[in-house]
Protein backbone atom coordinates (compact mmCIF):
# COMPACT_ATOMS: atom_id res chain seq x y z
CA UNK A 1 0.00 0.00 0.00
CA UNK A 2 2.97 2.36 0.51
CA UNK A 3 2.49 5.50 -1.86
CA UNK A 4 5.14 8.00 -3.02
CA UNK A 5 4.41 11.80 -1.88
CA UNK A 6 5.25 14.09 -4.37
CA UNK A 7 6.68 17.46 -2.47
CA UNK A 8 6.13 19.38 -6.10
CA UNK A 9 2.76 18.04 -6.79
CA UNK A 10 -0.49 17.02 -4.37
CA UNK A 11 -2.19 14.32 -6.40
CA UNK A 12 -4.92 11.91 -5.18
CA UNK A 13 -7.86 13.17 -2.60
CA UNK A 14 -7.91 16.05 -0.71
CA UNK A 15 -9.54 15.57 2.61
CA UNK A 16 -10.69 17.83 5.66
CA UNK A 17 -10.52 16.90 9.23
CA UNK A 18 -11.11 18.16 12.31
CA UNK A 19 -8.27 17.25 14.97
CA UNK A 20 -8.20 18.17 18.68
CA UNK A 21 -5.62 20.72 18.96
CA UNK A 22 -3.62 18.97 20.94
CA UNK A 23 -3.17 16.67 18.37
CA UNK A 24 -2.73 19.23 15.59
CA UNK A 25 0.12 20.63 17.84
CA UNK A 26 1.98 17.24 18.08
CA UNK A 27 1.43 16.37 14.18
CA UNK A 28 2.75 19.91 13.17
CA UNK A 29 6.29 19.03 15.86
CA UNK A 30 6.60 15.86 14.42
CA UNK A 31 6.19 16.68 10.70
CA UNK A 32 9.20 19.71 11.38
CA UNK A 33 11.00 17.45 13.50
CA UNK A 34 11.13 14.33 10.56
CA UNK A 35 10.76 16.84 7.53
CA UNK A 36 8.09 16.23 5.62
CA UNK A 37 4.68 18.17 4.84
CA UNK A 38 2.22 17.60 7.32
CA UNK A 39 -0.32 15.94 4.73
CA UNK A 40 2.81 13.14 4.13
CA UNK A 41 2.62 12.87 7.87
CA UNK A 42 -0.90 12.15 8.08
CA UNK A 43 -1.10 10.12 4.94
CA UNK A 44 1.56 7.91 6.84
CA UNK A 45 -0.33 7.60 9.70
CA UNK A 46 -3.64 6.47 8.02
CA UNK A 47 -1.32 4.15 6.05
CA UNK A 48 0.21 3.00 9.07
CA UNK A 49 -3.04 2.58 10.60
CA UNK A 50 -4.85 0.74 7.86
CA UNK A 51 -2.05 -2.05 8.05
CA UNK A 52 -2.53 -2.99 11.54
CA UNK A 53 -5.02 -6.25 11.99
CA UNK A 54 -8.75 -5.02 13.12
CA UNK A 55 -8.96 -6.43 17.00
CA UNK A 56 -12.16 -8.47 15.85
CA UNK A 57 -10.08 -10.38 13.83
CA UNK A 58 -7.55 -11.13 15.88
CA UNK A 59 -9.62 -11.83 18.78
CA UNK A 60 -11.62 -14.19 15.77
CA UNK A 61 -8.41 -15.96 15.29
CA UNK A 62 -7.11 -16.54 18.80
CA UNK A 63 -10.90 -18.03 19.72
CA UNK A 64 -10.36 -20.29 16.98
CA UNK A 65 -7.61 -21.56 18.42
CA UNK A 66 -7.63 -21.64 22.17
CA UNK A 67 -11.50 -21.00 22.47
CA UNK A 68 -12.76 -24.88 22.70
CA UNK A 69 -9.78 -25.93 24.86
CA UNK A 70 -11.27 -26.42 28.26
CA UNK A 71 -8.36 -26.92 31.50
CA UNK A 72 -8.51 -28.06 34.31
CA UNK A 73 -7.50 -25.57 37.02
CA UNK A 74 -3.72 -25.72 38.70
CA UNK A 75 -4.23 -25.77 42.40
CA UNK A 76 -0.55 -24.70 42.19
CA UNK A 77 -0.89 -21.67 40.51
CA UNK A 78 -3.98 -20.80 42.00
CA UNK A 79 -2.76 -20.99 45.39
CA UNK A 80 0.43 -18.88 44.30
CA UNK A 81 -1.77 -16.17 42.94
CA UNK A 82 -3.58 -16.05 45.56
CA UNK A 83 -0.19 -15.52 47.47
CA UNK A 84 1.36 -13.11 45.44
CA UNK A 85 -2.23 -10.66 45.27
CA UNK A 86 -2.35 -10.42 48.95
CA UNK A 87 1.71 -9.99 48.84
CA UNK A 88 0.69 -6.90 46.08
CA UNK A 89 0.19 -2.82 47.06
CA UNK A 90 -3.12 -1.92 45.72
Do not use: C
Not at 24 to 35: E, G, P
Not at 50 to 57: R, S, T, V
Not at 60 to 69: H, I, K
Request: hydrophobic share 35%.
Amino acid sequence: MTTKYDRRHTYGMKVAISVPDNISRAADKAARRMQVPRSQLYARAVEAYLKLPEGQDVTERLNAVYGDEIRERDPFLEKAARATLRRARW
